[in-house]
């Protein structure tokens, strides 16, 4: 299985509103609705911020927001903030072999 | 607090083993898969391979597969990582995982800071 397909890079202003895209294939993405987004400053491991392709754990800000269409699941940061600068990667299931797919990740600049 | 301590970083030379420990706290051990990966430089995240701790069955991706062992013990809530046959391509960050079980299906909401391993002659 191959890894998953991220942007090298997104970036947008204070305030605004910016979408990562994660495409797949029929045998990740395509196929289950266990796609997770971890968020990674520099030097730090990474920090789940949405699992279940649209599901926030306790604490992570709401302006995080998560959705699947087809091979594709997306990030949606809204309102954007400063301190939201960091590598997003996301994460599907895929079943037997290697059963965890990556991103190679993409760095959000604010 | 949950929390997973991993060992220090490490360098080795070509053809040599890493054992790489996790040490987990503020959570029940044994009621959660643990899982390995590792991040190479300028490189993302790859899934090698995860342990249950209460049965010690174990599972590999199959670029890992008769290279990687995993083993847990119980009594001091530590799991350890052991690859075989370094090569400089196994140079990364190591990073073990706790399992996200019913409440964070299929993801990885603990992680443990990461390990350096770094192989040169």
């Known amino acids: 299985q191959s890894a998953l397909t991220q942007p090298a890079s997104v970036s947008g202003s204070p305030g605004q509103s910016i979408t990562v895209s994660c495409t797949g294939t029929?045998?990740?993405?395509?196929?289950?609705?266990?796609v997770s987004w971890y968020q990674q400053h520099p030097g730090k491991a990474p920090q789940l911020i949405i699992y279940?392709?649209?599901k926030r754990p306790s604490g992570v800000s709401v302006r995080f927001s998560g959705s699947k269409s087809g091979n594709t699941a997306s990030l949606t940061i809204s309102g954007l903030q400063a301190e939201d600068e960091a590598v997003y990667l996301c994460c599907s299931y895929a079943g037997t072999g290697t059963p965890y797919l990556f991103g190679s990740g993409t760095q959000v600049t604010v | 607090q949950m929390q997973l301590e991993q060992s220090a970083a490490e360098v080795l030379k070509p053809g040599a083993s890493v054992r790489v420990s996790c040490k987990a706290s503020?959570?029940?051990?044994?009621?959660?898969?643990l899982h390995w990966l590792r991040q190479a430089p300028g490189l993302g995240l790859e899934w090698m391979a995860w342990?249950?701790?209460?049965?010690?069955?174990?599972d590999f991706a199959p670029n890992f597969r008769g290279r990687v062992t995993l083993t847990s013990d119980k009594s001091i809530n530590t799991a350890y990582m052991e690859l075989s046959r370094l090569t400089s391509a196994d140079t990364a960050l190591y990073y073990c995982a706790r399992g996200g079980a019913a409440t964070f299906p299929l993801s990885f909401p603990v992680w443990g800071q990461g390990t350096m391993v770094g192989v040169s002659s």
């Open positions: 503020g959570y029940t051990f044994s009621n959660y898969f």
């Open positions: 342990i249950d701790p209460n049965s010690g069955e174990t």
């Open positions: 029929n045998n990740d993405i395509g196929s289950y609705n266990y």
């Open positions: 279940a392709v649209k």
